[in-house]
């Protein structure tokens, strides 16, 4: 609790939902390679699905023992507003419940406040937690949910879902600002079925086709550059037709390759609130690792759904190859809000494909504590070989954080281990210039640092600058022998250069 500012009696009536978002948070920025306090105080916002909380419930039962907290631990407002409270994030921060598609609408909501100036980037997440039966009652009264406990989606024996929960946090940036990309947000929209005769749980198909069409329109993407739709798929014998059959409308119309579709609820349940959010990590670690993760529970088509059986639509049910198309996501709540996101996977090679430097490489890290600094730096040691990694450890370590005081350092590639770790102080020491005088001249001083282009450029200067003395330094530094630096004049021309350019 004390590393995100949190009172210890706000701490014990928090919403556990809200202490998973804390952490979730902050890994996620982290992972695009960005130290969180580098962002305070930035026009970033903060977009959270979440439905309901069970804890702020139980926390109220007794008004003898109210002491306030739970209304900031527990209110869904806070859930948002704690994380930029935190973070010092200055944007937008809301909380969206439109139950199932909560968390794909406050990815929409984000983009769409990024792409409109809002802001610049934007902290999304979904959240759902199951602590106390009464609410899984109430679905399974309305014939929602699943009697064995499995979700099949798109087959013939599917009966409804099974719940489940979910913690997910992403950060969408603008282009310019990513610094690890796993994909790109195309076009992203939502819209609300309305009325409905069968009732308003009845899910309209017409309407979430109206969604994606327009969507695809808007992006100047034709159906066939789409290779895979990750659907809501929800295993029920009403919402997979009415849901398969509009994509089928959309994006079978003309000949293709079969569309392949996937439901990640067949893998992991219903998580409801996050269930937007936890299919985009499905589909992400799906492109990242080349391979379209297979549903289960497949085995019968549902025969509501034509397409299953004609050739026009593939359900993933065993592991496929990712070719690059463009993706789809759904999300659809149980009232009729209806959410479509568009990815457009990242197609770059990794840099870690790029050569390798045969110089040595300084990498630092920061933690809560000295082991958790060794841990990085001897796993940076087995990333070695993978430059990305080791740029965004730095970029994240490099800034000072009062709540990560112990600092350490490695040097990638060296002979022998050259590592330390201290506790240091948070704020930024002086820093400091010495120059060498002479006596430290060695005949291979500078070589190998020449095959930095940084170095190597400086040096490059600096022989422009001396050209009309006769001397060239980075001829001196590459072709010195024993007896080159004897020359007073070569020696501390070559130093200055040297530390010039270091």
Same mark, same amino acid.
């Given at each position: 609790a004390a590393f995100f500012g949190v009172h210890p009696k706000q701490a014990h009536t928090m919403d556990p939902q809200l202490r998973l978002m804390l952490e979730i948070s902050y890994e996620a920025i982290v992972d695009g390679g960005i130290n969180p306090v580098s962002m305070r105080g930035s026009k970033t916002g903060v977009y959270i699905g979440v439905s309901g909380s069970e804890a702020g419930e139980a926390f109220s039962k007794d008004p003898e023992e109210l002491l306030g907290y739970s209304m900031t631990g527990c209110q869904r407002a806070m859930f948002a507003n704690r994380l930029s409270y935190y973070f010092d994030f200055n944007g937008p921060s809301t909380a969206i419940d439109t139950a199932c598609s909560s968390s794909l609408l406050a990815l929409e909501n984000a983009f769409n406040a990024i792409r409109h100036g809002q802001c610049d980037a934007a902290l999304v997440c979904g959240v759902n937690l199951l602590l106390k039966p009464n609410t899984s009652v109430q679905f399974m009264k309305l014939g929602m949910l699943s009697p064995e406990g499995t979700c099949k989606s798109f087959d013939a024996s599917g009966n409804g879902y099974c719940r489940s929960?979910?913690?997910?946090?992403?950060?969408?940036?603008?282009?310019?600002?990513?610094?690890?990309?796993?994909?790109?947000?195309?076009?992203?929209?939502?819209?609300?079925?309305?009325?409905k005769e069968q009732g308003v749980t009845f899910p309209s198909g017409e309407m979430q086709q109206r969604l994606v069409r327009s969507l695809y329109q808007d992006a100047n993407i034709s159906p066939e550059q789409v290779e895979y739709i990750e659907a809501h798929g929800t295993g029920t014998k009403v919402g997979d037709p009415q849901e398969v059959n509009g994509i089928v409308s959309v994006f079978c119309q003309s000949q293709r390759d079969p569309l392949l579709i996937g439901s990640t609820k067949s893998n992991m349940g219903h998580p409801e609130p996050a269930s937007g959010l936890a299919a985009l990590a499905k589909v992400v670690l799906s492109l990242e690792h080349g391979i379209w993760a297979p549903n289960i529970h497949f085995h019968d088509p549902n025969p509501d759904i034509p397409a299953l059986t004609d050739g026009r639509l593939r359900v993933v049910s065993e592991p496929i190859p990712v070719r690059g198309?463009?993706?789809?996501?759904?999300?659809?709540?149980?009232?009729?809000?209806? +959410?479509? +996101?568009?990815?457009?996977?990242?197609?770059?090679?990794?840099?870690?494909?790029? *050569?390798?430097?045969?110089?040595?490489?300084?990498?630092?890290?920061?933690?809560?504590?000295?082991?958790?600094?060794?841990?990085?730096?001897?796993?940076?040691?087995?990333?070695?070989?993978?430059?990305?990694?080791?740029?965004?450890?730095?970029?994240?370590?490099?800034?000072?954080?009062?709540?990560?005081?112990?600092?350490?350092?490695?040097?990638?590639?060296?002979?022998?281990?050259?590592?330390?770790?201290?506790?240091?102080?948070?704020?930024?020491?002086?820093?400091?210039?010495?120059?060498?005088?002479?006596?430290?001249?060695? *005949?291979?001083?500078?070589?190998?640092?020449?095959?930095?282009?940084?170095?190597?450029?400086?040096?490059?200067?600096?022989?422009?600058?001396?050209?009309?003395?006769?001397?060239?330094?980075?001829?001196?530094?590459?072709? *010195?022998?024993?007896?080159?630096?004897?020359?007073?004049?070569h020696a501390f021309v070559g130093l200055a250069a040297i530390q010039v350019a270091q």
């Open positions: 929960e979910a913690a997910v946090a992403v950060l969408i940036t603008k282009k310019s600002m990513a610094k690890r990309i796993y994909a790109t947000v195309l076009n992203a929209g939502n819209n609300t079925d309305g009325y198309g463009i993706v789809g996501i759904n999300s659809f709540g149980f009232g009729g809000s209806n +959410v479509h +996101v568009i990815l457009r996977p990242h197609g770059s090679k990794s840099l870690a494909q790029a *050569a390798q430097p045969s110089v040595p490489r300084l990498l630092q890290a920061s933690g809560r504590t000295e082991e958790a600094v060794t841990s990085l730096l001897n796993n940076a040691q087995q990333h070695k070989d993978n430059p990305s990694y080791l740029s965004l450890l730095n970029d994240v370590s490099g800034v000072p954080t009062a709540s990560m005081p112990y600092r350490g350092y490695a040097l990638i590639g060296a002979q022998g281990e050259l590592t330390e770790v201290q506790q240091a102080q948070p704020t930024p020491r002086p820093l400091w210039y010495i120059c060498s005088g002479m006596g430290t001249q060695w *005949a291979g001083m500078g070589r190998s640092l020449m095959q930095l282009p940084e170095f190597r450029e400086s040096i490059q200067r600096s022989d422009v600058a001396l050209k009309d003395t006769g001397l060239c330094v980075s001829r001196l530094l590459m072709d *010195a022998d024993e007896s080159t630096f004897e020359d007073t004049v």
